[in-house]
């Protein structure tokens, strides 16, 4: 099993489309989840690699950890691919509530619906910060 943690969204930090997330903006969406958070591969659905256990906001962004589970299609594809050293983050979501600023979106309410790892974030700041195998005793 493999551990993963990081931030995947920075409030008050323009993206690459010069997006902007509030704080709060996950709030309501991370209420309502019941399911985990699917964790994929460059927003492939068929690449699920696990799932993330711990998604919050703190002071800074959207941190979050997660399992990559082995059983899962993407979960070997997701261990190369950290092992080569990719540690992106990126958010797949919808937007509820948004306004146009003068560069691009000031993103309000958001709805979460997976956390991928990815090669190139929109948020360049989105990353990884741990990465951790454990091997369980037989």
Do not use: C, N
């Amino acid at each position: 099993m493999m551990i993963v943690e990081g931030y995947a969204a920075l409030f008050g930090v323009a993206d690459q489309a010069d997006d902007v997330i509030r704080a709060g903006a996950f709030a309501a969406s991370l209420a309502r989840r019941a399911a985990p958070l699917p964790l994929w591969l460059e927003h492939e659905p068929r690449l699920q690699a696990g799932f993330w256990f711990d998604v919050r906001e703190d002071g800074r962004g959207l941190w979050l950890a997660g399992e990559i589970a082995e059983d899962q299609p993407g979960a070997a594809r997701a261990k190369r691919m950290l092992a080569r050293g990719v540690d992106g983050l990126s958010i797949g979501f919808i937007p509820l509530v948004a306004r146009r600023g003068a560069g691009g979106r000031e993103l309000i309410e958001i709805e979460l619906l997976e956390v991928s790892i990815v090669t190139h974030p929109m948020q360049p700041h989105a990353r990884l910060k741990l990465a951790r195998e454990f091997v369980r005793a037989a």
